[in-house]
């Protein structure tokens, strides 16, 4: 049987063999242009990181107010090290790439942040926080910052040759970090503790007003805590299963599941557009065209465009939905009210029995 396996290799092998004479590639040549492809695509990631960070810091910093439950302080600006966890068989490149060290390199700084104003610059090399090196106490970089409860550090960065103290005032912000993933998938979503931005969607969006108004759908998921309530209708679909297999003797406990976990789930997409164009909005952007978005994924997702919609509303009414809150909030912008979502009317009489300050 053996002999026999090696005969069929041997076949397979000389019966499927080229009929051209295609050229010859050394392997040093073809590691070479390996590294190059490399750096591309470093160099795109790192460009669509850019414009994320830039466009999600305002929305973080200035919808605090809503996110009072969950609340970080942000300076604006984005670092590497050599100490970070890059993708496999990429870290070399990244180091030299961007020359990093142990210490953290600032790559980006948001314009207006405290950061900038302060002078930070990219390609600083973070020396020292608070004169401590950064990496004091086996503790990362990045936990150093996370312990900031919003007083100022002095930063020790080198530039040029020469060490500059900075002293920075972060800005607080929702504690809901914006991250990029790297897919070709267009598409956006939140475990409830961060935002995730695929690189296929970032790439989709046209401009920054529509990436915002993605990001401010997200966030809006977060600070509505419709995460925590769509884990809760699951819990209670599946108890009304349980009950419904101890009577029946069928078990209903997974439909029940299923049923409370799409529970409102239109309801909850459509409240999280609206609630997100507030929240884009309020950051400075302008949604009264972002609503395109829908027009186009119809183009490429027909689908999407029946009215009944599925877990998500359709194309077409979430673009109506979106033009009238832009409608809405211009309006408001021109009698100067302030950007807060409107309530349902059964809550807003019950706000008026409180005098607490007017949160959604």
């Given at each position: ?15 499927c ?7 010859k590639?050394?392997d040093q ?8 492809q ?10 669509l ?21 969950n ?5 604006g ?7 970070d966890k ?44 608070n ?28 530039r040029?040759?020469k ?9 607080c ?10 897919s ?48 809760g ?12 297999t ?12 299923e ?26 952007y ?8 829908w027009?186009r994924?119809a ?12 877990t ?38 019950e706000?008026q ?8």
């Open positions: 049987s053996f002999l026999i396996l090696i005969i069929l290799s041997s076949l397979i092998f000389f019966s063999a080229p009929s051209t004479r295609y050229p590639i050394s040549l073809a590691k070479e242009e390996a590294e190059r490399k750096k591309i695509a470093i160099k795109e990631m790192m460009k990181q850019k414009r994320l960070y830039r466009v999600s810091f305002p929305i973080l910093t200035q919808n605090a107010y809503f996110c009072s439950k609340k970080t302080y942000l300076f600006f984005f670092h590497i090290s050599a100490r890059f993708p496999k068989g990429f870290k070399d490149t990244y180091i030299s790439l961007y020359e990093l060290e142990d210490h953290p390199k600032v790559i980006f700084v948001v314009p207006g942040s405290p950061a900038q104003k302060a002078g930070m610059m990219p390609g600083d090399v973070i020396m020292l926080l004169n401590k090196a950064p990496y004091s106490d086996f503790k990362s970089f990045r936990e150093l910052l996370k312990e900031n409860k919003g007083n100022p550090y002095t930063f020790t960065v080198k040029g040759g060490l500059i103290d900075l002293k920075i005032s972060p800005m912000a929702c504690n809901y970090p914006v991250m990029l993933i790297q070709d998938s267009v598409n956006a979503f939140t475990d409830g503790k961060r935002v995730y931005i695929s690189s296929g969607l970032m790439r989709f969006l046209q401009s920054d007003n529509e990436l915002a108004l993605v990001i401010g759908h997200e966030l809006a998921h977060c600070v509505m805590n419709h995460i925590s309530k769509q884990m209708n699951t819990l209670i679909g599946g108890i009304l299963g349980a009950l419904a101890v009577l029946t003797g069928v078990d209903m406990t997974r439909v029940g599941m049923a409370g976990r799409f529970a409102f789930s239109q309801e909850f997409e459509a409240e999280a557009d609206y609630v997100g164009c507030y929240l884009a909005a309020r950051a400075g302008d949604v009264s065209d972002a609503a395109d978005i027009r994924i183009v490429f997702h027909p689908e999407a465009i029946n009215l009944k919609g599925s998500h509303p359709s194309t077409a009414k979430r673009f109506i939905a979106i033009k009238k809150a832009a409608e809405e909030i211009k309006e408001k912008q021109r009698l100067g009210k302030p950007l807060i979502p409107e309530k349902r009317v059964s809550e807003e009489k706000a029995k409180d005098d607490s300050e007017d949160k959604f």
